[in-house]
Structure formats: C-alpha cells, structure tokens
C-alpha cells in the first residue's frame, strides 16, 4: 500500500494535481510509520518527496532529499533509484543555471539507469531531454536539437504523449532562439494536439507560452496575448486547491507569464489592464516571499470557515475551468465542444452563484480573519485608485523588468503613463550588479569616476526618460516601486549626469513592493 501510495503521488505531482500528491505522501508516510517497514521503503518515500518539493518549488529541501535519497539507494545496490535521484539534483542545478554541473549528473543518472537489469526506454528519454536541455544552454543547439527529435522518435513509438508534448515544447523553445519560427509553430501544435484528452498543465502552459513568442516575432499581438491567457489558466491549476503557503509559492514561480503578458497589453494599448497584470506578478511574488519565511499568520477564524472557503476555491476553479474550455472553442475556435447551450447555461449559472457565495464568504473573513483573506484575495488597487491617493507634489514609478524590454508606469495625481525604456531587463540585471560593487568597495576600491559614472548611466536608463517627458514636473516626492535586481538599487544615490546632483538631492524617495501595498497602507 506504501509504495501504490508513493507511486500515486508521484503521478499526481506529474499531472499537476499537487494536492492530491501532498494528501497521497502524508498516508503514505503515517501507514510507514506505523508499520515500521525496512529501507527500500523508507527510500521510496523520501524520492517521492523530494519531487512532492521540486513541484512545489522548496527546492532547498527538495536537493536535501534527493541526496539523502541518493545515499540510501546506493547503500541498497538500486542504481535505479540512485539514477532517479541523481536526476532531480540534475534538474535543480538546471534551475540554479549551473548547466555545466547539471550536464554531468544528468549524464551518470543516464549510466545509471543504463545499468539497471531491465532499462526503461521511457525514463531514459525523459533524463535524455533533460540533458539535451542542459546541452542547449551551454550554447550546443545542433547538438540538442538532434537528441530531441530522436527522444521524440522514441516517446512516440512508446505511446507517451505527455512526454512527446513536453519534448515538442521544448523543441519549439529550441527553434524559436535558432528564429525558424514556422518551425517552432509546428512544434507547439504538435503538443497541444498530442494533450488534447490528457492533463499536463505545467506541459501545456508552456506550450501556450511559446505559440505566444511565435505570435510576437510576426508582430500578431492580439495572437500572442490570447496565448498567453491560455497559459496563465494552465499554469494556475497547477497550485489550485493546495493549502495557502505552498499553493501561492507554486503561482509565484508563474509570475513571469503574468509580465510577459503586461508587455503585450502595453503594446496593444491596454494600459490599465496591462498594471494590473503587473500588480498581480508582484502580489504573487510578494506573498511567497512571505511565505518563505515562515510568517505566522493569525487565523482568527473558526476551521468550519476555512474550509468553506477552501472547498468553494476548488469549485470555482473547476467550473471556470469547464466553461473556459467551453467558451474559448465555440467563440474563438468555432469547434464542437459537446457541450450544449442549455449546458452551458447551467454552467454560467453555477459559476454565477458560487461567485455570489465566494464574495459573500470573503466580506465574512475581511471581519473575522482579515489577514487570511488577504492571502487568499489580495485586493488589486486600480491606476485611479492610486492616482487618487497622490499629492499634487508625488509621482509614483512602477517598474517592470520584462525579457523583451523595460517598462515604467508613471503614476500622478492627473496623470497615468507607461514609458518604454531603452533598456532590457538583462542589461538593467549587469548594471545594477557592477553599481553595486564598485560602489560596495568605495572611494578606496574603486576609482572616483568608475563608480559616479555607473550610478550615471542608471539614471540615464531609469530616471531620465521620466524627466524628459515632463511627467514629474512639480514634483518633489517620489513613490518607487521596484522589480527584479531594481530591490537592490538605492535609487537615492542615483547622479543625474547633467548637474552630477544626487537623486535624492532633488526628491524625497520611499519604495513599496507594489502599488497596492502602498495604497492599502496609504
């Protein structure tokens, strides 16, 4: 029974259903408890958890576990189960970008696996994916791309169409930074047909991602931010319905799609749409943040409540989900969906009334448990919320470092603008680095002009299109809201390269994490 529990959760985990791979692993370890069994169980269940925590992105503890895992196989003589726990370092080390560390330990999970009485060609070509991607990274693209269409090859022959969907995301990623974008179009296609019937969330947002960097280089942004809606809703069923802490850790590790597509709204014109997406990135990263560091959260509620609200979230999310499905093929697809209109009437019903009922819940935790519901709801403030809270002398500055550019929403009490900088995420990343460190060492450790002249060149890219546009004239207070490495940045030290003043010399600075802090606390 332990080890069909241990088998279950891993599949779960592997489906994108987390809660049910945590509720698995817990009656898994107590019936191991009780019973007090012997090693290879006692293996079995510390792997699965360590792939329990890679999924849910606590991947401290998840390395801890692999190598603990690791060392017990070994003392068994299992060079499978040493191979599968060499195989999530080798994942972990891809996350950290240490490709090159990442490439040897995928490689002997591979002579391990190699070793084993019976090989599985399946687990072998999921570790060959794995190390075809760490060969991409270390600039080998030929190289992986022929081991990935061979690993497709096989997966097909073997009938594994999740594991083909994930090499055809791959493989289009692949041939979008080669630029034969027709090419990667096919391979995005591919995988969503082969999902089609299937449920892989974390394969098929994705995969969604992709077909919109594809819809970007031939300038289809309409395209390309239906896309990118398509794999926010895969990706938010991957955390759905767990316990708050690991449930928003999980949507953090999402948040770029939500930047990606504030790019996109940006360039369409949606503005406010577009600072919405970009509050609730850092709403998300925020509270996981917080989460990390173990912060008490006084419940204040009775547990009756705290599950209603818990049942009525997964409700929801499953009724969004089917109407979803249901209204995006018959609108924007013109497909059957066999579902009819009487369905989805009832459908549209359902949802309207467990949103009713949610809301009705929601104003009943702000006064009993408010901390909790903002966990759960955290409320967004609108540009004209914000907007109205300022002073006629303060500009709030709301940065979003993108990989394709750099954008600033500049806030003021009659004004509402977004400014694209002339500067990549990237860039500003290798900047702030540099600034910091030669200004870390000081007029000892680095030479006078070494260290104004980096301070001057962040100005330039960060605060001077603001000024020229004339945005903060009048203004003596600005609101900061940083992104990225930009938390690193004392923007007061920042040297305007025309009269060498400080930033602060000029402006009262404070920062916020995100414009709807600022307003709650405002």
């Known amino acids: ?251 953090a590790g999402h948040s770029d799609l939500y930047i990606r597509l504030a790019e996109k709204l940006v360039r369409d014109g949606q503005i406010e749409t577009a600072f919405e997406m970009a509050e609730r990135a850092r709403a998300q990263r925020t509270i996981a943040v917080l989460n990390g560091g173990r912060v008490g959260i006084p419940l204040g509620a009775s547990a009756d409540l705290l599950g209603r609200e818990q049942d009525l979230r997964i409700r929801l999310n499953n009724l969004s989900l089917e109407l979803g499905r249901s209204d995006r093929s018959l609108v924007r697809r013109r497909e059957s969906t066999g579902v009819s209109a009487s369905g989805r009437r009832d459908l549209r019903l359902a949802m309207d009334q467990a949103q009713q009922e949610y809301a009705r819940l929601l104003a009943q935790m702000r ?34 470092l993108g990989p394709e550019a750099t954008l600033v929403f500049v806030v003021t009490a009659d004004t509402v603008a977004v400014l694209p900088l002339e500067i990549s995420g990237t860039s500003l990343q290798d900047m702030v680095g540099f600034a910091r460190g030669v200004v870390k060492g000081g007029p000892h450790g680095s030479a006078d002009f070494v260290w104004r002249s980096s301070l001057q060149n962040l100005h330039e890219a960060l605060l001077t299109p603001v000024e020229t546009s004339g945005l903060l004239s009048g203004k003596n207070t600005l609101v900061i809201i940083p992104h990225g490495d930009l938390h690193y940045l004392p923007f007061q030290a920042l040297i305007n390269p025309v009269d060498n003043t400080f930033l602060v010399e000029r402006y009262a600075v404070s920062y916020a994490p995100s414009a709807s802090t600022w307003a709650h606390l405002t």
């Open 1 to 251: 029974v332990v080890g069909v529990l241990a088998d279950l959760s891993r599949t779960r985990v592997a489906v994108g259903d987390l809660r049910g791979g945590v509720r698995d692993l817990r009656r898994a370890r107590a019936i191991a408890d009780s019973l007090s069994l012997g090693p290879a169980h006692y293996a079995e269940l510390v792997l699965s958890e360590g792939d329990l925590q890679l999924a849910l992105k606590v991947y401290s503890r998840a390395f801890d576990l692999y190598r603990s895992a690791e060392d017990l196989f070994s003392a068994l003589d299992s060079p499978g189960g040493q191979a599968r726990a060499l195989e999530g370092q080798g994942l972990l080390n891809m996350i950290r970008e240490d490709f090159e560390e990442a490439s040897g330990v995928l490689a002997k999970s591979m002579s391990l696996r190699r070793q084993s009485a019976q090989p599985d060609p399946r687990a072998l070509s999921i570790t060959g994916m794995y190390l075809a991607l760490a060969q991409e990274e270390m600039g080998d693209l030929a190289g992986a791309r022929r081991e990935l269409k061979d690993i497709a090859n096989t997966l097909a022959r073997l009938g594994d169409g999740v594991g083909e969907a994930a090499v055809m995301a791959s493989l289009g990623d692949l041939e979008v930074r080669r630029g034969d974008i027709d090419s990667a179009d096919s391979r995005f296609l591919r995988g969503l047909a082969l999902l089609k019937g299937r449920i892989a969330p974390e394969v098929e947002w994705r995969l969604h991602a992709g077909r919109a960097d594809v819809f970007q280089s031939s300038e289809r942004v309409d395209a390309a931010i239906e896309e990118l809606l398509l794999a926010i809703e895969a990706a938010e069923r991957v955390g759905y319905g767990l316990p708050l802490e690991e449930g928003n850790r999980v949507r």
């Open 367 to 400: 006064i009993s448990a408010p901390e909790y519901s903002f966990w759960v709801n955290p409320e967004l403030s609108s540009l004209e919320d914000v907007s109205a809270l300022l002073g006629g002398d303060q500009a709030l500055l709301e940065y979003l």
